[in-house]
């Protein structure tokens, strides 16, 4: 008697589990040892976008999942793949992005023998994932799929990866596709706890000057609306870290903007004075804290964090609630509007109005009227509301971050944790192929853009325009400022003499490029960039000494800025 | 690591590759010296425990053990009061000739077998307490009859 099985290889189960998934798009650069589920993606309605380096394919898959919210997927192949895709990848774990990435590895029999093109990826991987996943058997692959996006997809939200033994992606078996799976050690839905919330409000009550420090978090949990109500109910005013811009509109009038390193002056001074810091969502990084003994130095801390390991990690926490954002803050709100009354915060109202309307619309220490706070002022005013842009890390990302008005939650994408330089330009063409119906901006330095660059190629050959503005120093900018604030204008290896005409390079990837000397060059070029249906890079060029400000510097607290070479 | 108190952790954990490697890399990371780990399959053929020693204080033994919860492959963690914990080492030591008489002159929670004696030595079988098999230990050294020791490191239940 036969039994008739209904075999199906484990590339094939990959892809289909990825289908079902919901999964319609996939970054990544094939190699000999993921073949198979190249071929088979031929067969699937997933698109894919060919990078040109694998660590682009991954930050294009971050910029995808930070603007969509849903999983964003690459694909590398077996060593160099895996090895180039991995700078990617951590970029997406040290800002909890949901990523699945995929590598390819030699067969299962020539594991551990130094076999051509072979990492041990998953001990890479590892130490920069929520989880690392070798399936050993095809019949093994949906359920690893399964668990690959429910591990990506809940708690604190982050890359999962699967590497793919080539013999087990041509290997064939019955496949059984789970709609759930059970991982013991894993629970995400821990639901917050009332009586903790409780104590929060009454702290927050009885605080006479309290504020709100709004993470990344608040972005990726969706609970920005109903943290922005809090915040109006109670006229608390907003700071936010890097990964928390974008969680309440930076035009709002409790917004402060950025505390930090590079914090606005005004929301840097506020947490200074609070008496009471209300985090949510955020893991107190030392670029926002700064010296931890001079944080907030008469505040008690209140922490919202879906993940307990952050509680007390890097400040000491008064108060914490563990669990969902977005449920935690939604019974905090609801319980507000129960006590239906605020703090006694008269007195610390007016100080905020003071210090914000002393500060709020200052632009500190620049060299000239084409300055990059200028140009990114100009680019807010062209920009509808629900463009996203990104940027590259350095000084761009700071002046984007200082004055760059985000207004909508999931239009800012930048590598906080990491500080990946590389990073804007790739992320931007990820972004454009989840939303390719707004405007994609990669906010870039010279330095920085031209790590990715090649991903020129990529926007042009898959038509996900994006517009690249090169703040362009020739040099790498941060560095270089540091160089003149703590080397004594010792410029070790930070000055480009060589640096491309990058007009011509665009133009020869088939793109566009223009270079701009005035703000009224710069619009005209940037409002038809924006509506062109070809990538366009806008070259810059700026003052090479030019410096951000305000900084606080290494070791310093947040009330230590400076607000130019020399001053306090 | 300062504030040096024992700290005694129990992990319930998959019975799967790759899970010791996961959990140590959680120590390596902040520079954590395990003192012993002991693996074992338990009850369930599922499921191993760990048992992991290392020496704290309390605050970073406590937030080490969100680490550790966090883990996915670690299903349980618990930490044990080394006051009411049933905790448990064999080794194996091999003694020159004498060596039996200076460990059965050692006291405390622990027994003494000798397994074996050949021209190399002789091999004492010892189980017991941490304390009992390192203060044997101690003793064979400083009577310069001890030769090689191989340790399990600690396994522990809570007894109250």
Redesign the interface.
């Known amino acids: 008697m036969y039994v008739k099985l209904d075999l199906m290889s484990g590339s094939r189960a990959l892809v289909k589990a990825l289908e079902k998934e919901g999964v319609d798009v996939a970054f990544g650069i094939p190699g000999g040892a993921i073949m198979p589920v190249y071929d088979e993606l031929l067969n699937s309605g997933i698109r894919h976008v060919l990078a040109r380096h694998e660590q682009s394919a991954a930050h294009m898959a971050d910029g995808y999942a930070r603007a969509s919210g849903k999983v964003g997927v690459c694909i590398a192949t077996s060593g160099p793949g895996a090895t180039n895709l991995a700078t990617g990848v951590a970029t997406a774990y040290m800002d909890s992005t949901p990523l699945l990435a995929i590598t390819g590895q030699v067969p299962t029999s020539m594991m551990a023998r130094d076999s051509f093109q072979e990492i041990d990826a998953?001990?890479i991987y590892?130490?920069m994932t929520?989880?690392s996943f070798q399936p050993l058997r095809p019949s093994d692959i949906p359920w690893t799929v399964r668990a690959a996006f429910f591990?990506a997809s809940t708690g604190r939200t982050g890359p999962v990866h699967i590497d793919m033994p080539k013999d087990v992606q041509t290997g064939e078996a019955e496949m059984t596709f789970p709609d759930q799976v059970i991982?013991?050690?894993?629970r995400p839905y821990v639901p917050p706890d009332p009586a903790a919330i409780a104590v929060a409000l009454d702290m927050l009550l009885n605080a006479e000057r309290p504020i709100i420090l709004a993470g990344g978090g608040v972005i990726k949990s969706g609970a920005h609306e109903y943290l922005l109500q809090l915040a109006e109910s109670a006229l608390i005013p907003i700071a936010t870290t890097l990964m928390g811009k974008g969680a309440v509109p930076e035009d709002h009038p409790l917004a402060l903007g950025l505390v930090g390193m590079h914090g606005t002056v005004h929301a840097n001074k506020l947490v200074n004075e609070a008496d009471l810091v209300l985090a949510v969502g955020v893991r107190f990084s030392d670029r926002t804290t700064m010296e931890v003994k001079g944080f907030a130095p008469d505040a008690k801390i209140v922490h919202f964090d879906v993940?307990?390991?952050e509680?007390?990690?890097n400040v000491k926490t008064h108060h914490a609630v563990t669990g969902d954002l977005k449920s935690s803050l939604r019974l905090l709100l609801e319980m507000f509007r129960e006590r239906a009354r605020t703090g006694n915060w008269g007195a610390w109202r007016r100080r905020v109005d003071e210090v914000v309307s002393e500060w709020r619309d200052r632009i500190v220490s620049v060299k000239s009227e084409f300055s990059p706070p200028y140009i990114l002022r100009a680019m807010r005013e062209l920009l509808p509301p629900d463009s996203i842009v990104t940027t590259e890390v350095g000084q761009n990302q700071m002046w984007a971050a200082l004055y760059f008005k985000v207004l909508r939650p999931r239009t800012f994408i930048t590598s906080g944790g990491l500080g990946t330089m590389g990073f804007g330009f790739p992320a931007a063409i990820g972004a454009k192929a989840a939303r390719p119906d707004v405007p994609v901006v990669d906010i870039a330095g010279d330095g920085s853009f031209m790590m990715t660059m090649n991903s020129l190629a990529t926007s042009v050959n898959e038509k996900l325009p994006v517009v690249a503005v090169i703040l362009n120093n020739s040099s790498l900018g941060m560095v270089a400022q540091w160089q003149r604030l703590f080397y004594n204008r010792r410029y070790a290896a930070t000055i480009f003499d060589a640096n491309p005409d990058f007009v011509r390079l665009a133009e020869s990837f088939g793109a566009e490029g223009a270079r701009v000397y005035s703000l009224d060059e710069f619009r005209s070029v940037f409002r038809s960039a924006i509506r062109s249906d070809v990538a366009t890079i806008i070259d810059v060029p700026i003052h090479p000494e030019e410096d951000v400000f305000p900084f606080v510097g290494p070791g310093r607290t947040l009330n230590e800025m400076l607000l130019g070479d020399g001053r306090e | 690591m300062s504030g040096e108190n024992a700290v005694i952790y129990s992990l319930t954990?998959?019975n799967k590759p790759?899970v010791l490697?996961?959990v140590a890399?959680q120590f390596r990371?902040r520079s954590f010296n395990i003192e012993s780990v002991a693996v074992g399959v338990t009850e369930r053929p599922d499921t191993s425990r760990m048992i992991i020693t290392m020496r704290g204080d309390e605050?970073m033994a406590e937030?080490f053990a969100?680490?550790l919860?966090?883990?996915?492959?670690?299903?349980?963690v618990s930490r044990m009061d080394p006051s009411r914990a049933a905790q448990r080492e064999l080794a194996l030591i091999r003694v020159k000739s004498g060596g039996v008489d200076v460990a059965r002159g050692v006291g405390g929670e622990g027994e003494l077998r000798v397994l074996g004696e050949s021209g190399e030595g002789i091999v004492l079988q010892v189980v017991g307490s941490p304390s009992y098999v390192s203060s044997l230990i101690d003793a064979l050294d400083r009577g310069k009859v001890l030769e090689e020791v191989a340790r399990t490191g600690v396994v522990a239940l809570e007894v109250s």
């Not at chain 1, 991982?183 to 894993?186: A, H």
């Not at chain 2, 919860?69 to 349980?76: A, E, F, G, H």
Request: no cysteine; hydrophobic share 30%; net charge positive.
């Open positions: 998953v001990g590892t130490h929520k989880y591990l991982i013991r050690g894993y993940d307990p390991t509680v007390g990690k | 954990v998959e790759g490697f996961r890399s990371r605050q937030d969100r680490v919860r966090r883990t996915v492959d670690v299903i349980d």
